[in-house]
């Protein structure tokens, strides 16, 4: 079995693959896979500080970051809040086909760089928050 400490640990080592993989992607030109993968980074780094801040070791069954946060009952910025509702439209474009070829269709690199940048600066916050939660 594995500690509580652990958990957040696997969570947080799966948060930077999907980083690292974000930006490879990014670099080949597969956009719409690393804005999946910016998705994902945000996602396990909510769900690394559920575990941290819960009772449970296993994070609620959604994908839908605004639910996590409203269940961390995050003080979140209202603009940042809102990002993360795009956020999750990356999600479902990045699981089917039709969604993707849209999303492929509608993405630039410069776009790609400017989100890449904003979750940069969420996934900063809350890997902070993660390593200040008692």
Not at 11 to 25: G, I, M, R, Y
Not at 32 to 43: G, I, K, M, S, V
Not at 51 to 59: L, V
Request: one cysteine or more; hydrophobic letters at 35%.
């Amino acid at each position: 079995f594995m500690t509580k400490e652990e958990h957040v640990k696997h969570w947080q080592k799966s948060a930077n693959e999907s980083w690292d993989s974000a930006v490879f992607l990014a670099s080949g030109k597969h956009y719409a896979l690393a804005l999946f993968a910016l998705h994902l980074t945000l996602e396990k780094l909510l769900k690394a500080l559920w575990i941290k801040e819960s009772f449970t070791d296993t994070p609620p069954y959604t994908h839908d970051l605004q639910k996590l946060c409203n269940e961390l009952k995050l003080e979140i910025a209202d603009e940042d809040y809102d990002f993360l509702a795009i956020v999750n439209s990356w999600n479902i474009r990045g699981r089917y086909p039709d969604y993707t070829n849209r999303l492929y269709q509608n993405t630039s690199g410069k776009y790609l760089k400017e989100q890449i940048e904003k979750v940069n600066e969420l996934k900063k916050w809350l890997e902070e928050k993660i390593l200040n939660q008692k």
